[in-house]
């Protein structure tokens, strides 16, 4: 059993997330009783693309990468996952398979749900639906910008609204802008972007040139989010 100090820390963290947003103490107390806490060393798989949605986690600390194969066995990586998101709301709730892989790319600890405690949870109190549901807007309206964002564009602008997406998932504040650091990668932008490693750093050795990026070792920092942001067509909120 974990220490209660343990586990008061990880509620604490948990209830500033989207599935908890605005819920009274005892729906609270409710929502989190049947939830596990599951520690999650890097690499760890959470669930497999195709697998039956038994379920439903939302990352407390660490970072989740959500991959996709398609037709053709091509991986692409869909989105970086961290504190407060929810992962396989959709197939949890709708009862169909994962459509994407959820691996840690660092060591994490995320709450784990049982999809039928969760549902019947979930059919009892509308507060806790309502959650639920706008998650799914939220989801789909980042998938919807996703496909915007990589049909009629130039290289540049698919960059620029990518490496924006994974600052928004992935980045942190720092002296100098907005840094991505390891274990998110140049190949985790470029299947954002739906182009080739070589031609995403090709674009951001132009950038750094001119002063939007700077390119380190294990580090990527936006220096310029204004410009980018205008290379991209003026999408860069964050979901």
């Given at each position: 059993?974990?220490?209660?100090?343990?586990?008061?820390a990880?509620?604490?963290?948990?209830?500033?997330?989207?599935?908890f947003?605005?819920?009274?103490?005892?729906?609270?107390?409710q929502?989190?009783?049947i939830?596990?806490?599951?520690?999650a060393?890097?690499?760890?798989v959470?669930?497999?693309?195709?697998d039956?949605?038994s379920?439903?986690?939302?990352?407390?600390?660490?970072?989740?990468?959500?991959?996709?194969?398609?037709?053709e066995?091509?991986?692409?990586?869909?989105?970086?996952m961290?504190?407060?998101?929810?992962?396989?709301?959709?197939?949890?709730?709708?009862?169909?398979?994962?459509?994407?892989?959820a691996?840690a790319?660092?060591?994490?600890?995320?709450?784990?749900?049982?999809?039928?405690q969760?549902?019947?949870?979930?059919?009892q109190h509308q507060?806790?639906?309502?959650?639920?549901?706008a998650?799914?807007?939220?989801?789909?309206?980042d998938?919807?910008?996703?496909?915007?964002?990589?049909?009629?564009?130039?290289?540049?602008r698919?960059?620029?609204?990518?490496?924006?997406?994974?600052?928004?998932?992935?980045?942190?504040?720092?002296?100098?802008?907005?840094?991505?650091?390891?274990?998110?990668?140049r190949d985790?932008?470029?299947?954002?972007?739906?182009?080739?490693y070589?031609?995403?750093?090709?674009?951001?050795?132009?950038?750094?040139?001119?002063?939007?990026?700077?390119?380190?070792?294990q580090?990527?920092?936006?220096?310029?989010?204004t410009?980018l942001?205008?290379?991209?067509?003026?999408?860069?909120?964050?979901?």
């Amino acid at each position: 059993m974990k220490p209660l100090i343990e586990q008061e820390a990880v509620r604490a963290t948990a209830i500033q997330g989207a599935l908890f947003s605005g819920l009274s103490e005892d729906l609270t107390c409710q929502l989190f009783a049947i939830a596990t806490v599951r520690q999650a060393r890097m690499d760890t798989v959470l669930f497999h693309q195709g697998d039956a949605p038994s379920h439903l986690l939302q990352v407390v600390s660490g970072l989740v990468r959500m991959t996709q194969i398609n037709a053709e066995g091509a991986q692409t990586t869909l989105r970086l996952m961290r504190s407060g998101d929810v992962l396989g709301c959709v197939a949890a709730i709708q009862q169909f398979p994962y459509p994407a892989t959820a691996t840690a790319v660092e060591d994490s600890v995320v709450l784990s749900w049982r999809a039928p405690q969760f549902l019947g949870l979930l059919k009892q109190h509308q507060a806790i639906m309502d959650n639920a549901l706008a998650i799914i807007g939220t989801r789909t309206r980042d998938m919807v910008q996703r496909v915007g964002d990589m049909a009629g564009r130039n290289v540049e602008r698919r960059v620029a609204a990518a490496l924006l997406r994974l600052v928004d998932q992935a980045g942190t504040e720092s002296e100098e802008g907005i840094a991505i650091q390891f274990p998110v990668t140049r190949d985790d932008l470029a299947e954002m972007a739906g182009l080739t490693y070589f031609t995403v750093s090709r674009t951001l050795s132009v950038w750094q040139k001119q002063g939007l990026v700077s390119s380190g070792r294990q580090r990527l920092t936006v220096l310029d989010r204004t410009k980018l942001t205008a290379i991209a067509g003026g999408r860069s909120r964050r979901e």
